[in-house]
């Protein structure tokens, strides 16, 4: 094994994480037990900013919707399900990095890639060595 966490903290990996989310945790003991170095920050207290979302989702290629947290009380309270159409790039973005209870967790990035929600497979594949 050549990498060691040394050589990956280089890549300034950033995990906006919720404390009481099952995912999220999941991921974290992932990420620890495959030895990737990451910087953990609360998504709720300290959510990425507005250009920091539009970087995630413009590097991501996925649809700037897949970006909500679809199931939290917040989306529900807010009826995004019915006001997402209509609204535009830049109004989601800015909604998103207002409230980080609305964007789906854990999100991992390194400013080019991106992984959102928890599948083992998925974090091997972007983040393992």
């Known amino acids: 094994m050549t990498d060691t966490p040394s050589t990956q903290s280089s890549t300034n990996i950033r995990l906006y ?5 099952s995912t999220c945790r999941k991921a974290k003991q992932w990420l620890d037990a495959n030895e990737v170095a990451y910087e953990e920050i609360p998504i709720v207290d300290s959510p990425p900013s507005k250009e920091e979302l539009r970087q995630v989702w413009q590097n991501s290629g996925i649809d ?7 199931s939290g009380q917040f989306y529900r309270e807010l009826n ?19 409230n980080g ?3 789906k967790r854990p999100l991992i990035t390194n400013g080019t890639k991106t992984t959102l929600g928890f599948k083992e497979e998925t974090l091997q594949e972007m983040w393992g060595k």
Do not use: G, Q, V
């Open 80 to 98: 995004l399900k019915e006001k997402l159409p209509t609204m535009s790039e830049d109004e989601m973005l800015e909604l998103l990095a207002s």
């Open 64 to 70: 700037i919707r897949k970006l909500f947290n679809t």
């Open 101 to 103: 209870k609305l964007i």
């Open 17 to 21: 994480s919720y404390a009481k989310c």
